[in-house]
């Protein structure tokens, strides 16, 4: 009887760790993909910057100029208000396309967020 209560004990102790060491591994993994999906845009010297990024990727503009700006998409698909410096707008890109964005307070400011499809894991 005391061979039987200690095999168990043995492998009640084998199990829960076995569960402890699982879980967070487990755990980590949707941070890790959240982390995956973001991407950020620094405004400056009175330009942005053109990126590629999978569909569900979360854009953030942060404008490191003196001088406010804003992030227009073409369509108007998504307008932030006048940035000032280190102000940030951010916006999620669910489709793959090319988005076409400018300045409306500098027009001759232009650049695109090409979105593909997402990676299936």
């Known amino acids: 009887m005391k061979?039987?209560?200690a095999s168990l004990a043995v492998i009640s102790a084998i199990?829960?760790?076995t569960a402890c060491t699982q879980a967070p591994a487990q755990a980590q993994a949707p941070a890790a993909a959240a982390q995956a999906a973001e991407r950020v845009?620094?405004?400056k010297n009175y330009m942005f910057m053109e990126v590629t990024v999978p569909a569900g990727t979360k854009v953030t503009w942060i404008n490191?100029?003196?001088v406010p700006h804003t992030?227009?998409?073409r369509n108007k698909l998504f307008h932030?208000?006048?940035l000032d410096t280190d102000d940030k707008f951010s916006y999620v890109f669910s489709k793959?396309?090319?988005y076409d964005y400018f300045c409306s307070l500098h027009p001759y400011m232009v650049a695109k967020v090409i979105v593909t499809p997402a990676k299936s894991s």
């Open 64 to 66: 490191r100029d003196e």
């Open 3 to 5: 061979y039987l209560l």
């Open 41 to 43: 845009i620094e405004i």
């Open 15 to 17: 199990a829960l760790t």
């Open 80 to 82: 932030s208000a006048a």
């Open 96 to 98: 793959p396309g090319t």
């Open 71 to 73: 992030v227009i998409e």
